[in-house]
């Protein structure tokens, strides 16, 4: 299929790797110009269909913590999940190219498009929709830290 090329307005195959008559590189131009599309189409698949174990803390609703004291020693203690915001649960949303456990707090943006899979608060669990739960709900939701 021909294409014009940006540079110069010549009409040029979009397998041409540069323009012939300016040197403009068509390829690489097209390659960004899929990718991009590819994106976009990505993003608008977004939807919510339920919810997940929260990643970071194995849906306990608390993630564990150590403490360093005067004598050396770490205790373990726990600090509320600000993921999940106590529950053990996140948001579960599906696109084109996978599942994702999202949290409540960045669910907007995600469905939106404004931020993407590699955000935090936003983690990829593949091609394969999670089944069940790993222990009951934990808890109400709590204000999350920002």
């Known amino acids: 299929m021909l294409i014009s090329c940006p540079e110069c307005d ?3 195959s ?8 300016c040197g403009f590189p068509i390829a690489e131009e097209v390659a960004k110009q899929t990718a ?6 990505t993003r608008a698949s977004r939807k919510e269909v339920g919810e997940v174990d929260c990643v ?7 993630c564990t913590t150590r ?6 020693i770490e205790p ?19 696109a084109s190219d996978g599942f994702f456990a999202v949290a409540q707090i960045k669910l907007s943006n995600f469905l939106h498009g404004e931020i993407d899979a590699d955000g935090k608060q936003i983690f990829t ?20 830290d920002k």
Do not use: M
Not at 67 to 72: A, C, P, T, W, Y
Not at 79 to 91: D, K, L, P, Y
């Open 10 to 12: 010549r009409q040029v």
């Open 14 to 21: 979009e397998r041409a790797v540069a323009c012939p008559q």
């Open 36 to 41: 991009k599309i590819h994106l976009e189409q």
């Open 56 to 62: 970071v803390c194995e849906a306990r609703g608390f």
């Open 67 to 72: 403490f360093n004291n005067d004598q050396g």
């Open 76 to 94: 373990e203690g726990f600090t509320w999940c600000s993921i999940c915001e106590h529950t053990g649960r996140v948001v579960l949303c599906e």
């Open 125 to 144: 669990l593949g091609p394969i929709r999670p089944q069940g739960h790993r222990y009951p709900q934990s808890g109400a939701r709590i204000k999350a």
